[in-house]
C-alpha cells in the first residue's frame, strides 16, 4: 500500500499554481530535532530551495541540515589542507544522496552548455533599435 499521495504531472496547471504558491513562502524551517546554526544558515536556506518544497520529509531535511553545516565548516577550513579536502567530499556525498546536485536540479551537462551558449549568445546579440529588449541599467 502507498503511503505518499500522487504527485502532479509537473506540466500541469495544478503543479504550476502549487509552485507559485510554495515561491511566495519563505525556506523551509529545520526539524525541531534538527541544530542549523546561523552561520549555516544561509546555506540551509539554498539548499532548502534547491527542490520543489513539497519534495522535501524529515530525513531529507536532517541530511540537508548537515549539509549546511558542512558547507559552513567548509567555509573556515584551508584550502589544500586535508579537512577541506574531507569536507568537499562529504558536501559532494551529502548533495548526492539528497539529490540538490547539479544534475538533479538543472539537468545533464549537454544540457546546461546548451542553455549557457544561448545565455551568451543574448549577451553579445545588440539586435536592432525596432525590437526592444530587456538591458541591466
Given at each position: ?35 542549523v ?42 584550502v ?51 525590437i ?6
Amino acid at each position: 500500500m502507498k503511503l505518499t499521495a500522487k504527485r502532479k504531472r509537473s506540466d500541469s496547471a495544478a503543479a504550476a499554481i502549487a509552485a507559485t504558491q510554495a515561491a511566495a513562502l519563505p525556506p523551509l524551517s529545520p526539524p525541531a530535532h534538527v541544530l542549523v546554526p546561523d552561520g549555516a544558515r544561509p546555506f540551509w536556506d539554498a539548499i532548502v530551495q534547491a527542490r520543489p518544497r513539497d519534495t522535501w520529509n524529515p530525513v531529507d531535511m536532517a541530511s540537508a541540515a548537515n549539509l549546511a553545516r558542512v558547507q559552513f565548516a567548509l567555509e573556515a577550513a584551508p584550502v589544500g589542507s586535508d579537512d577541506h579536502a574531507k569536507l568537499t567530499r562529504l558536501a559532494l556525498a551529502l548533495t548526492r544522496a539528497i539529490a540538490v546536485n547539479t544534475v538533479a536540479t538543472v539537468g545533464r551537462s549537454a544540457d546546461i552548455a546548451k542553455g549557457a551558449e544561448l545565455e551568451r549568445s543574448a549577451r553579445q546579440d545588440d539586435g536592432d533599435d525596432l525590437i526592444p529588449r530587456l538591458r541591466a541599467v
